[in-house]
């Protein structure tokens, strides 16, 4: 099958691909933290997700944060079972990238990932972030608890005035709770650790504005 790439419009459940019963085989340890990619977790951490774009750079900023006990790469927010990576660049499983962040809310809380979340990428951008075009490119936040979208959406409205007056338009990331996260493959995992690919790129980082809620925090 001929798969499209820079798809602009979502799928819908009726079109989107079948997919498949087996989950994607990926190794378990993370390659930057001393911890397991899929768990069990400590007693009392907690699961995030974020789309940003490439899931590349969203990972190394998570990654770094003191109080995230493990990251991953993959995929959320669409219909199609275990997708692919080149299925989910086609448009054709409504999935976003994502990064899960395992944290420990007793060092880190939810509103401090949130910070690092609106301030390193454009959140009104639509179906995109950058020259990165598709609908697997949308800014999105997929939640574990009613807390988190409580908390999630707080944060959009305080951030959103800042945004217009920076000129940016209307907030376009979509809050929703998460359904299933499926791994990407294991070559995505990690991908920009220093002992994979130091120098590959990704387009996050400081995109000038401050957001009102959480800590700044670095490594």
């Not at 691909?17 to 009392?44: N, Q, T, Y």
């Not at 995230?68 to 275990?82: F, H, L, P």
């Not at 609106?118 to 959140?123: A, L, S």
Request: with cysteine.
């Amino acid at each position: 099958m001929f798969l499209r790439r820079m798809k602009a419009e979502m799928t819908t459940p009726d079109k989107a691909l079948p997919g498949r019963p087996i989950a994607m085989p990926i190794g378990d340890r993370h390659e930057v933290l001393p911890s397991s990619l899929k768990g069990p977790f400590p007693e009392g951490s907690q699961v995030a997700v974020f789309g940003m774009g490439c899931f590349w750079g969203a990972e190394r900023l998570f990654w770094t944060l003191p109080g995230v006990i493990t990251t991953s790469a993959g995929y959320a927010g669409g219909y199609t079972a275990n997708p692919t990576y080149e299925e989910v660049c086609s448009g054709m499983t409504g999935h976003a990238e994502v990064v899960q962040v395992v944290y420990d809310p007793s060092k880190i809380s939810y509103e401090d990932l949130l910070k690092v979340f609106w301030e390193n990428h454009d959140p009104t951008q639509g179906m995109r972030q950058g020259n990165d075009v598709g609908t697997q490119y949308r800014s999105a936040i997929y939640t574990t608890t009613d807390e988190q979208r409580k908390t999630a959406e707080a944060s959009r409205d305080a951030f959103a005035p800042i945004v217009a007056r920076a000129g940016k338009g209307e907030i376009t990331t979509e809050i929703e709770p998460l359904g299933d996260y499926y791994f990407a493959e294991d070559y995505h995992q990690q991908y920009l650790a220093p002992t994979k690919n130091p120098n590959g790129y990704c387009n996050h980082g400081p995109n000038g504005l401050s957001c009102p809620v959480g800590v700044a925090r670095t490594a």
